[in-house]
T-cell receptor, first 114, second 115 residues
Framework: AQKITQTQPGMFVQEKEAVTLDCTYD???????LFWYKQPSSGEMIFLIY??????QNATEGRYSLNFQKARKSANLVISASQLGDSAMYFC???????????FGGGTRLMVKP | DGGITQSPKYLFRKEGQNVTLSCEQN?????MYWYRQDPGQGLRLIYY???????QKGDIAEGYSVSREKKESFPLTVTSAQKNPTAFYLC??????????????FGSGTQLSVL
C-alpha cells in the first residue's frame, strides 16, 4: 500500500523568503511518480510540479523545486521568493505502478506574511 | 477553453435524500475520477472510470454510486446510505488510463452539506 505523510499542518513564511514543505512517502513500487498540488481557498487543485522516481535531476518549475531524496523517501517542495498569492493548502501525492490510483497526503497550510 | 465543470458549487441534502453531483469535461479525456475532501484533510478516491460504461470503486465507495454513459460526463450520486456526506467533492480527469507521470486535471469542486 502507498502512504504519503505531510507532518506540517501549518506554516508561516515571510514574503520574499523561501520555504520548504515536507513530504515523505512509503511504497514498495520500484517505479512511481510524485506530485505537488496547490489548493487556494476557492477550492480548485492546481498542479505545481512532478518528479519521477527514476529522474536523476530534481524537478524545477519556475519558483517551485522539488528536493527529491530517494533513499530517504522524501520529496520536499521548495518555494522560492514567496508571494502573498502562495497562501494556500499544498498537497503531496504519489502515483505508483500496477494501476494504483493517486494517493494524497493530508496537506500543509502555508500562510505568507507581508 | 477546455476544462472540467462541476455543478452545483454548493448543495444541501436532507436526511434520507439522494443527491447527484454533476461533472462534465470537454478535454476529450478517457479517464475520470471522484474524490472526497474532508476539512483539513487530503483527498480520498471514491470512484473512477477509465472508459465509457465502465467504472471501479475507490477507497471509500460505500454510500455512493456513479454512471459513465458518455465520455464527457461522470455524475456522482450520494445516496441516503452515506451517513456522513458533508464534504468537498472534487472531480478530475486524465487523458487515458493512469500512468505514473500523468497529472490530474481538476474541476472547481462541490461543497455538500446536510440540512
Amino acid at each position: 500500500a502507498q502512504k504519503i505523510t505531510q507532518t506540517q499542518p501549518g506554516m508561516f513564511v515571510q514574503e520574499k523568503e523561501a520555504v520548504t514543505l515536507d513530504c515523505t512517502y512509503d511504497t514498495s513500487d520500484q517505479s512511481y511518480g510524485l506530485f505537488w498540488y496547490k489548493q487556494p481557498s476557492s477550492g480548485e487543485m492546481i498542479f505545481l510540479i512532478y518528479q519521477g522516481s527514476y529522474d536523476e535531476q530534481n524537478a524545477t518549475e519556475g519558483r517551485y523545486s522539488l528536493n527529491f531524496q530517494k533513499a530517504r523517501k522524501s520529496a520536499n517542495l521548495v518555494i522560492s521568493a514567496s508571494q502573498l498569492g502562495d497562501s494556500a493548502m499544498y498537497f503531496c501525492a504519489m502515483q505508483g505502478n500496477a494501476g494504483n490510483m493517486l494517493t494524497f497526503g493530508g496537506g500543509t497550510r502555508l500562510m505568507v506574511k507581508p | 477553453d477546455g476544462g472540467i465543470t462541476q455543478s452545483p458549487k454548493y448543495l444541501f441534502r436532507k436526511e434520507g435524500q439522494n443527491v447527484t453531483l454533476s461533472c462534465e469535461q470537454n478535454l476529450n479525456h478517457d479517464a475520470m475520477y471522484w474524490y472526497r475532501q474532508d476539512p483539513g484533510q487530503g483527498l480520498r478516491l471514491i470512484y473512477y472510470s477509465q472508459i465509457v460504461n465502465d467504472f471501479q470503486k475507490g477507497d471509500i465507495a460505500e454510500g455512493y454510486s456513479v454512471s459513465r454513459e458518455k465520455k464527457e460526463s461522470f455524475p456522482l450520486t450520494v445516496t441516503s446510505a452515506q451517513k456522513n456526506p458533508t464534504a468537498f467533492y472534487l472531480c478530475a480527469s486524465t487523458p487515458e488510463r493512469r500512468r505514473i507521470n500523468e497529472k490530474l486535471f481538476f474541476g472547481s469542486g462541490t461543497q455538500l452539506s446536510v440540512l
